[in-house]
C-alpha cells in the first residue's frame, strides 16, 4: 500500500508530461548547453563593477571626471556669414593616469569639401528626382566648410604640436599632464557657417530673402575637449553625423561680438545687460522676472520690422558666463522677437525664454515660452529642480536640436500666419523634447556619441510623460484635442517597426551609427520600453523613484547603460535583467496570446485514461486512497449532467473528508467552484512580459489577473494555469488594454474573435459585380 | 526546436516602410489559410508605378492605372501577366488559382487571388514561385509571407532564387 501510494504520486506529479513522455523516448540524446534562460543574469553582458562606478548603479568612492574651462572671444561676420574665435581652454586632469596628449573635437571638420561623411552610405539612382534633389545630388559642390585652425599656442604663446584626424585633434603635450595637474592653452580659429535650412545641419543660419537677413543658431562652434573616462579612455569616436556628443563639464566666459543692431542670447548669464539692453528692454526684463502666469516681450514684433533693415555696422559684444555647463551655443539676428516670462521652480525662479523671427508668428508667441515653462515643471517633478537659471527656445526652421540653457525648434506656420494642427503638435513637441533635453544629457552627462539612447531615449519617455501633463495643464492649447497626441510613447505605437522586417532592425544597445532606423530605435523603442515599465512591469511609485534616483545620482556626471540599468533595480527591487536584456540587447518581439481551454469537472469516478493508466502498473482504484476525479468535457464516460454542480454534491470522497474535517459552520462557509478550466498561454513572441489577461464570466463579471514576466522562466514556449470557478468562463482576452506591444493580437482571445480579413472583404464586395 | 521557432518570425512589412523602401521595388504577397472556405487566399501588392512600366514595355499598352483613364483592358494584362509570373503548387503539383480582381490602396495595386477546394490536413507543401516585374527590374524582390494557421514563414525572393517552400 505504501509503495503504491509513493508511486500514485509520482504519477500526479509527473501527469503533466505523462502524454509527451513517451513519444520523447524515441529522441536522440541531446547535447548539452549554456543557460538559454531569458531571465540569466546580465554579469556577461555588463561591466565588472569597480571604485569608479559601483554594482549598485551609483559613482563610486573613486569616480572622476575631467574639467574644461573655457574664455573665449567670438566674432561673427554677418555679411560673410564668417564666424571666427581665439578660445583659451583650462584643463584639468582629474583622472589617476598621466595624458601624454589632448583631443579635441572638430565637429565642424564633418562638413569639409573632402568629409569622409559625403561618401559613407551607399547611393543608388532613383528613376525619379524633384529638380532641387537633382541639382543637390548632382550638380552642387560640396560646402566648404570645416574649420580653419590658425594656432594652436601654449600659455606662453609658443606653438604646441598637433595633428588633425579629420573631427579630431590632438595636441601633443611637451611633458605629460600628471593626476590633478591642470594646463591651459590657445586655440585661433575661423569657419565658413553653413546655411542649415540646405544641409540639414544642426547649426548654421537661415537665410531670409525677403529682407535679406540671417538668423544664426550657433553650436559645435569652437574647438571642444573630448571626454577622458574611466570607460572609454579618449571618447574620440570620429564624428560621422549621428552619433551626438561626448563633453566634459567646465565653466564658459564667452564674449560674443555681433552686429550693433543683433538680438542674441546663449547659455549662460549675460554679464553686461546694461551695455547691450535699451532702456525699454530692461524694463520689460524687470517685469518679466516677476510673470509667472504669461511671457513678457522683451523685443517686440513691430521692432524688429524695423530692425531688420537697418544692416548696422557697428558692432556689439554680448558677454555671457556659465557654471558647471558641458557645452556652449548661441542664437544671433536682426530678426529675433524675444519674449520671457519667470517659472517657480522649488524656492527658486528660472527664466522661460523664447526668440523667434516673425515668420515664426502668431504661433510662437502665442505657445512657445508657455511650453517652455511647463515643460521645466514636468521635467523637474520627475528628477530634480532645472538648475541653471534659463530655458531658451529659439525658432528655427526644420531644426530640433539641443545644447545647455539652448535649443533650436521648428513650426513655421503658413505666410499667411495660419497653421495645421500637425505644425502646432509639432512645435510643442519638438520644444519639449529639446528643452528636456537639458536633463538628459546636458546634466546627465551620458555618452551620446556611443549611447544615443540614453539621452534621446530617456528623454523621449520623459517628454511623453511632459505632453500629457502640458495637455492637462493647458486644455485650450490642445483643443478639440483631449489629450495630447503624442507620436511616441504609446505601446501600440512601436508595434510596426518592433513587428518589421529583422534584418533592418538593430538592437537599442548599438552605436547610433550603426542603426537602421534612428528614429523608432534610439528613441521610441527606449521611450515605449520605460513608458511599459513604468505602467506594467514596475507600477508608477516604485518606477518613479528609481528613475528619480538615477537622475540624481548623475546629475552633472558622466553614466553608462549598467549606471542606468543598475540603478533602477538597486532603487526597486525589482529583477530586470530579463527586461534590459530582451528590450535593450536583442532585437526580440512580444507576442502572447491564448492558445486553448479545457473544460473539467468534477467525478466520482476515475476517468478512462486514469483506469489505463492504473490498469498498465497492475492497479485498481482500491489500492490509492481515496481521489477527487477531475474528467475533461466530452472525454469518454463523463455524465454531462455534472457541469455545475458543486462537488461536494458529486463526490463522496470530497463530501466525507469535509464531513470529517470541517465544522458545520467551516462547511457553510466554504465556496466551492464548480467549474475548472486548464487555461494554455503561449509566447511566439522571444520577450517575456508579464501575461495580462481579463477573465470574463457568464455572470458579466470580469476579472483582471497580471501574472508576472517571471512564469516564462522555465517554459519560454507556453504556460498553463488553472481556474477553478464558481462561475462559467465564458471569454479570456490576453494584454486587453494593449499595454505590452504585442505585435500580433489575432491569438489575444479566446474563444477566438471572428474578425473579417481583408480578403473576406474583397470577396463581399465584388460579389454581383 | 529554438532555432526552427526562431525562424518561424512574422515579418510584417508596414506600409509606411513600404514606401520608404519602393527604390528597392519590392512587393509583398500573404498567403493565408480559410477554414471558413477551405481555400488558399493569396494578397500580392506591388507599386502601381511599376506595374505600369510593366504592361507598358511588355506588352505596348499605356495602362494609366488607378487613373480615369485606365485602359480597359488593363485587369485582362494584369491577370495575363500574374497567371505567367506566379505560381502556386501544392504538395509538388501546380494549382489553378481564381484571379478574384484588384484593387488600389494609395500607390499600390492589390491582386486577389483563390486556390479553393484545400483542405488544410492534406497539404505537406506549398510552393511559390514569383517572378512579377523581375523581367524589367533587375533588384526586383518579391516578399512572401506565409501565414497558415500556426504556422509562418517568410521568403525574399530574388531572380536567382525565385521559389519559396513551406513545408508543413
Same mark, same amino acid.
Given at each position: 500500500m505504501r509503495k503504491a501510494n509513493y508511486c500514485f504520486f509520482s504519477l500526479l506529479f509527473l501527469s503533466t508530461v505523462f502524454l509527451s513522455a513517451q513519444e520523447e523516448t524515441k529522441k536522440e540524446r541531446e547535447p548539452g548547453h549554456y543557460s538559454q534562460s531569458r531571465f540569466k543574469q546580465l554579469y556577461e553582458e555588463f561591466a565588472t563593477p569597480n571604485m569608479f562606478r559601483t554594482a549598485s548603479g551609483a559613482p563610486g568612492p573613486a569616480y572622476y571626471q575631467q574639467q574644461a574651462d573655457y574664455k573665449m572671444d567670438i566674432e561673427l561676420d554677418d555679411k560673410n556669414a564668417k564666424i571666427a574665435g581665439v578660445e583659451t581652454i583650462t584643463y584639468t586632469n582629474n583622472s589617476p593616469d598621466e595624458l601624454g596628449f589632448l583631443w579635441l573635437q572638430l565637429d565642424q571638420n564633418t562638413r569639409t569639401k573632402d568629409s569622409k561623411a559625403l561618401i559613407r552610405d551607399a547611393s543608388e539612382v532613383s528613376e525619379a528626382e524633384q529638380p532641387e534633389g537633382f541639382l543637390k545630388k548632382y550638380v552642387d559642390g560640396p560646402f566648404d566648410g570645416g574649420f580653419h585652425i590658425e594656432y594652436v599656442n601654449d600659455a606662453n604663446g609658443k606653438p604646441l604640436p598637433h595633428t588633425v584626424n579629420w573631427t579630431m585633434m590632438r595636441i601633443d603635450l611637451p611633458q605629460p599632464l600628471k593626476s590633478k595637474e591642470q594646463i591651459s592653452f590657445s586655440v585661433k580659429w575661423w569657419y565658413n557657417i553653413p546655411d542649415h535650412t540646405i544641409?540639414?545641419?544642426?547649426?548654421g543660419y537661415e537665410y531670409f530673402p525677403k529682407d535679406g537677413n540671417r538668423a544664426y543658431v550657433i553650436a559645435q562652434f569652437f574647438p571642444r575637449m573630448a571626454v577622458y573616462s574611466d570607460?572609454? /579612455?579618449?571618447?574620440?569616436?570620429?564624428?560621422? /553625423?549621428?552619433g551626438e556628443f561626448a563633453l566634459p563639464f567646465g565653466n564658459y566666459e564667452v564674449n560674443i561680438t555681433v552686429p550693433a543692431d543683433h538680438i542674441l542670447d546663449g547659455t549662460g548669464e549675460l554679464q553686461n545687460r546694461k551695455e547691450v539692453f535699451s532702456k525699454e528692454m530692461m524694463a520689460r526684463y524687470e517685469q518679466a522676472k516677476k510673470s509667472y502666469d504669461k511671457p513678457v516681450i522683451i523685443v517686440t514684433q513691430a521692432e524688429v520690422e524695423v530692425l531688420e533693415k537697418g544692416f548696422s555696422d557697428k558692432k556689439k559684444t554680448w558677454k555671457l558666463k556659465a557654471e558647471n555647463v558641458r557645452d556652449f551655443a548661441f542664437a544671433t539676428s536682426r530678426k529675433f522677437i524675444w519674449d520671457m516670462q519667470a517659472v517657480k521652480l522649488g524656492n527658486r525662479d528660472v527664466m522661460a525664454v523664447s526668440m523667434y523671427p516673425k515668420e515664426g508668428n502668431p504661433l510662437w508667441e502665442d505657445y512657445s515660452t508657455k511650453v517652455v515653462a511647463s515643460t521645466l515643471k514636468s521635467y523637474s517633478s520627475h528628477t530634480f529642480d532645472y538648475p541653471y537659471h534659463k530655458a531658451i527656445s529659439v525658432h528655427a526652421k526644420n531644426q530640433g536640436m539641443e545644447y545647455p540653457m539652448i535649443c533650436w525648434n521648428y513650426g513655421r506656420p503658413n505666410e499667411d500666419g495660419t497653421y495645421s494642427d500637425r505644425v502646432k503638435f509639432g512645435m510643442f513637441s519638438v520644444i519639449i523634447h529639446e528643452v528636456g533635453h537639458n536633463f538628459f544629457p546636458m546634466i546627465v552627462n551620458s555618452d551620446e556619441r556611443q549611447w544615443g539612447w540614453m539621452d534621446e531615449g530617456l528623454d523621449t519617455f520623459m517628454q511623453y510623460l511632459a505632453e500629457q501633463e502640458f495637455g492637462e495643464t493647458y486644455p485650450e492649447a490642445i483643443s478639440p484635442e483631449t489629450k495630447y497626441p503624442s507620436r511616441r510613447g504609446d505601446p501600440s505605437k512601436i508595434v510596426p517597426y518592433m513587428g518589421g522586417d529583422q534584418s533592418t532592425i538593430a538592437p537599442i544597445m548599438e552605436n547610433p551609427e550603426s542603426v537602421f532606423q534612428l528614429g523608432p530605435n534610439a528613441y521610441g523603442k527606449p521611450a515605449t520600453a520605460l513608458n511599459i515599465l513604468r505602467e506594467t512591469v514596475m507600477g508608477r511609485e516604485l518606477f518613479d523613484h528609481a528613475f528619480k534616483t538615477y537622475a540624481n545620482r548623475w546629475k552633472f556626471k558622466h553614466p553608462t547603460p549598467e549606471d542606468f540599468f543598475r540603478t533602477m533595480e538597486d532603487a526597486s527591487a525589482v529583477d530586470l535583467d530579463w527586461f534590459w536584456r530582451g528590450w535593450f540587447y536583442t532585437t526580440d518581439y512580444v507576442d502572447i496570446g491564448v492558445k486553448g481551454v479545457k473544460k473539467y469537472y468534477v467525478t466520482d469516478k476515475p476517468t478512462k485514461k486514469m483506469k489505463e493508466y492504473l490498469a498498465a502498473r497492475n492497479l485498481t482504484e482500491a489500492d490509492i486512497p481515496a481521489q477527487i476525479y477531475l474528467a475533461e468535457e466530452g472525454s469518454e464516460g463523463v455524465d454531462p449532467n455534472l457541469k455545475g454542480k458543486l462537488p461536494s454534491e458529486v463526490s463522496k470522497t470530497l463530501k466525507e473528508y469535509m464531513m470529517d474535517n470541517l465544522t458545520a459552520t467551516e462547511r457553510a462557509a466554504v465556496k466551492e467552484p464548480k467549474y475548472f478550466y486548464e487555461v494554455t498561454f503561449d509566447k511566439p513572441g522571444g520577450l517575456p512580459m508579464p501575461l495580462i489577461v481579463e477573465y470574463a464570466y457568464a455572470d458579466g463579471s470580469k476579472e483582471n489577473i497580471t501574472y508576472p514576466?517571471?512564469?516564462?522562466?522555465?517554459?519560454?514556449?507556453d504556460f498553463k494555469r488553472v481556474i477553478a470557478s464558481q462561475k462559467e468562463l465564458i471569454g479570456i482576452v490576453v494584454d486587453p488594454k494593449a499595454e505590452t506591444a504585442d505585435i500580433d493580437i489575432t491569438n489575444n482571445s479566446w474563444p477566438k474573435k471572428e474578425e473579417k480579413s481583408d480578403f473576406d472583404n474583397f470577396k463581399e464586395q465584388i460579389k454581383g459585380k | 526546436m529554438r532555432i526552427l521557432k526562431k525562424s518561424f518570425l512574422i515579418l510584417v512589412l508596414p506600409l509606411v516602410a513600404f514606401a520608404a523602401a519602393h527604390k528597392f521595388y519590392i512587393s509583398v504577397t500573404n498567403i493565408t489559410y480559410s477554414e471558413k472556405v477551405k481555400a488558399l487566399q493569396i494578397t500580392t501588392r506591388i507599386f502601381i508605378d511599376d506595374f505600369d512600366k510593366l504592361l507598358e514595355e511588355r506588352y505596348g499598352i499605356t495602362a494609366q492605372l488607378a487613373t480615369e483613364q485606365e485602359s480597359d483592358r488593363a485587369s485582362d494584362y494584369i491577370e495575363k501577366y500574374v497567371r505567367a509570373k506566379f505560381t502556386v503548387r501544392i504538395n509538388g503539383k501546380d494549382a489553378q488559382f481564381r484571379f478574384l480582381g484588384k484593387k488600389y490602396d494609395n500607390d499600390l495595386l492589390i491582386c486577389y487571388l483563390e486556390v479553393p477546394k484545400v483542405v488544410f490536413s492534406d497539404i505537406k507543401s506549398i510552393e511559390i514561385q514569383n517572378e512579377l516585374l523581375m523581367d524589367i527590374f533587375e533588384e526586383q524582390q518579391n516578399i512572401v509571407h506565409f501565414k497558415l494557421n500556426d504556422q509562418r514563414k517568410s521568403f525574399i525572393l530574388v531572380r536567382e532564387n525565385n521559389k519559396g517552400v513551406l513545408n508543413l
Open positions: 544641409n540639414r545641419a544642426r547649426s570607460v572609454e /579612455g579618449w571618447q574620440n569616436h570620429q564624428f560621422w /553625423g549621428n514576466a517571471e512564469i516564462w522562466r522555465k517554459s519560454d514556449a | -
